[in-house]
């Protein structure tokens, strides 16, 4: 909301239920490979199945680092978010004035710091998690409905709704130059002003990553996805209804000392004392969000890892003992994130280029299935949910759409175009391809196989997330191995 109300958006309110209809239509598609296929590598997994057997290796080598990018860079948006509003929250009632290490990125202090309290608090295991997912879903229902409440009550004046749904605001010009409505068109400002609705829309797969810690997990990962987007587009609707009614002053707002339009919605409506406790409930919405992020990253990581797709996997596809946790992804995807953020040091638009990469990766992750999913329908394998009739359709739009936004979000957002302002995406995005379809053609399509282990595994009814099973597949190959030597040693 604030990125938004920074760099300008039309029609804001609307832009929200826009773009819940298009991700609803990547959400829907993508939910019958989870169905089919439940599994913690997600999307490159089912780009796999999917394919065909000759071409299973490159798509799932594809889909993985592509998601692997959005991945980190989520968790780099969300940390990064949630340490600027740590920032600002200390500036409220007392006298600490935000610098440079401390406000934008937090370098070197605080966003490390948010990353390796998330870190540890992963490092401990599915059963805390789990307790704190319960807290974070009451955080977010109990903490979003409460926050809109207070402001719309305590605020002094009400926006009327012409304001809310009807006003174009174009915040995308900086030094004083034009914003992109006059230097190109409004519908160009819409364009790039859906990215935040976009980016917060992203992420679903969490429940795929997360399935092989679940029971049922065909139904639970796809009952996952639905509410992930229902729930989070219908309390994110209501919070910037809330939030946009509430500006007291918009220049006031959009110009704050804070260096949060929403920090100042706070301290507008409910005084500084109100504000700390609504920064507060923020903070912690974000931090929860941070956390489980890391969580969907490193079970990504390591069902990559665990098939040889990242550099050093045999290091990483481990599971810890004692937590029956990812330990070694969990600090791998801390420390790419906090790698990822270190150009918010010289730019001023580090947290909109972080979006547009996350968003850029993880839909085009989603993508590659879904398309898959349309080339080879008729091999296509259903699970307990389908789509019947609305299947295609539903792919093809989907399809559209990431086509769509993979375009755009790469797009420059702020006039003038300089080292500060550069729409650094499209460098994040360019080197996983390179990076990614150089090594195959290179090396990683003489030796890289795709997901077959855990294919194999999951033949023997073996859960990989267990370190004991896991230990019983690693038997059961060696066997096989051993078995085949002795065969072939009868045979001479």
């Not at 406790?277 to 912690?284: D, E, R, S, Y």
């Not at 010289?346 to 993880?362: D, H, R």
């Amino acid at each position: 909301m604030s990125a938004s109300l920074e760099e300008g958006n039309a029609k804001p309110a609307n832009g929200t239920l826009k773009n819940q209809d298009e991700a609803e239509l990547a959400r829907m598609g993508y939910k019958q490979e989870l169905n089919a296929h439940p599994t913690s590598g997600g999307p490159y997994f089912w780009a796999a199945m999917l394919s065909r057997k000759q071409d299973a290796a490159l798509a799932s080598w594809i889909t993985g680092w592509f998601n692997l990018l959005g991945q980190v860079a989520v968790t780099t948006g969300i940390s990064f978010a949630c340490a600027n509003f740590i920032s600002t929250a200390c500036t409220l009632g007392t006298s600490f004035e935000p610098t440079p290490a401390t406000n934008i990125g937090s370098y070197p202090s605080l966003h490390p710091a948010v990353l390796f309290t998330q870190g540890l608090i992963n490092t401990f295991g599915v059963t805390i998690l789990h307790y704190l997912n319960n807290i974070s879903v009451w955080w977010h229902a109990l903490g979003t409905t409460s926050l809109v409440i207070a402001i719309l009550v305590k605020a002094p004046k009400r926006q009327s709704a012409s304001f809310v749904f009807r006003q174009f605001l174009d915040g995308t010009g900086v030094d004083g130059a034009v914003g992109w409505g006059e230097r190109a068109s409004h519908a160009y400002v819409v364009v790039i002003g859906i990215l935040m609705a976009q980016y917060t829309l992203t992420g679903f797969d969490a429940s795929a990553h997360m399935t092989e810690e679940t029971h049922n997990a065909a139904m639970s990962g796809s009952i996952g996805i639905i509410m992930a987007i229902g729930v989070s587009a219908l309390l994110g609707w209501f919070l910037i209804l809330g939030l946009l009614f509430s500006i007291q002053d918009l220049d006031g707002t959009l110009n704050s000392s804070t260096g949060q339009p929403v920090t100042q919605i706070f301290l507008d409506t409910v005084g500084e004392r109100g504000a700390i406790v609504l920064m507060v409930i923020v903070i912690g919405a974000m931090y929860f969000c941070g956390t489980f992020s890391i969580t969907s990253n490193s079970r990504m990581m390591y069902a990559f890892a665990r098939d040889g797709g990242i550099p050093g996997h045999k290091f990483f596809a481990k599971v810890s003992p004692r937590w029956k946790s990812p330990v070694r992804t969990v600090w791998l995807a801390c420390t790419l994130s906090f790698i990822l953020g270190l150009p918010s040091l010289g730019s001023s638009v580090a947290f909109a280029a972080a979006t547009s990469i996350a968003t850029i990766g993880l839909y085009i992750s989603y993508g590659i299935p879904i398309a898959l999913r349309v080339v080879y329908r008729d091999s296509f394998v259903r699970g307990p949910f389908h789509l019947r009739a609305f299947s295609y359709p539903v792919a093809i739009g989907a399809i559209a759409w990431i086509l769509f936004i993979s375009i755009a979000f790469i797009l420059p957002q702020i006039n003038p175009v300089d080292s500060q302002t550069l729409n650094y995406a499209i460098v994040a995005v360019g080197v996983v391809i390179a990076y990614s379809v150089g090594f195959w053609l290179l090396s990683g399509r003489k030796w890289f196989t795709g997901p077959i282990r855990q294919i194999e595994a999951e033949g023997m009814g073996i859960d990989v997330m267990d370190p004991s099973q896991a230990d019983k597949y690693e038997k059961n190959v060696v066997q096989e191995k051993v078995s085949v030597v002795s065969q072939s040693g009868d045979s001479a």
